[in-house]
């Protein structure tokens, strides 16, 4: 069974400082990795995600992942954050082929002006 | 973009009574939905599996007579909150797949916090 550890619960940063949220999984098959964000009263919207490939994936405002399968993680990145960064962000695994998600606890991001 | 309508956001119930939660898929045809709830400061834990037209495929530990799932058509799936007790309080959150299988797009709602009093 696949399993997801976010060890930050809470992430607060000043803002234009980089930020890096943790992720690590366990699996026991080939996964695809996946970061969804959601803000205050709003869905989750998918910000990022491995399939195959490189692994380093990127989002189109300014978010990068990097898949470490020795490691097993998918950390989350970004070199200079902004206020509307803010939100709540979760770590998701699906086994391949498989239609479930299984989600990390979250991790609140708080960009401090 | 794929957008998924869930309704109602917030919903507070007496003891005993059953509450329904819709989520809809507004510009595209939903085969699968799945309802996952969300407890405080913890994951989001997959309740089912709805598929339209058939029963909907529940997850170890998830009563199927108190958790009422109906997908009816290619766009709305329910969830129906049996004789709601406090202990069913949590926020509810449904997803749909819209992309073709292997392209894992998934679009979700917007949660509905239920309060049992």
């Known amino acids: 069974a696949q399993s997801v550890t976010q060890l930050d619960s809470q992430v607060p940063v000043f803002e234009e400082a980089p930020v890096e949220l943790r992720c690590n999984y366990s699996?026991?098959?080939?996964?695809?990795l996946f970061w969804y964000v959601q803000y205050p009263n709003q869905g989750l919207q998918l910000l990022l995600k491995?399939?195959?490939?490189?692994?380093l994936v990127e989002s189109i405002n300014g978010f990068e992942a990097e898949f470490n399968k020795s490691q097993t993680s998918f950390h989350l990145r970004k070199p200079s954050v902004h206020i509307s960064d803010t939100a709540e962000y979760f770590c998701a695994v699906s086994d391949r082929g498989a239609n479930n998600l299984f989600f990390g606890t979250g991790t609140r991001l708080t960009v401090i002006p | 973009g794929a957008v998924v309508s869930q309704h109602p956001s917030r919903v507070i119930c007496k003891s005993g009574t059953s509450v329904k939660i819709e989520c809809r898929s507004l510009?595209?045809?939903?085969?699968?939905m799945f309802w996952y709830r969300q407890f405080p400061k913890q994951s989001l834990m997959l309740m089912a599996t709805?598929?339209?037209?058939?029963?909907?495929?529940?997850e170890q530990g998830v009563e199927k007579d108190k958790f009422l799932i109906n997908h009816a058509s290619l766009t709305l799936s329910t969830l129906t909150v049996t004789s709601a007790h406090p202990e069913d309080s949590s926020f509810y959150i449904c997803?749909?797949?819209?992309?073709?299988?292997?392209?894992?797009?998934?679009?979700f709602g917007s949660g509905t916090r239920l309060t049992v009093v």
């Open positions: 997803s749909a797949k819209t992309g073709p299988s292997g392209d894992y797009g998934y679009t």
């Open positions: 709805s598929n339209e037209g058939s029963k909907a495929t529940y």
């Open positions: 510009d595209f045809q939903a085969t699968t």
């Open positions: 491995y399939l195959s490939g490189s692994t």
């Open positions: 699996s026991s098959v080939s996964v695809y």
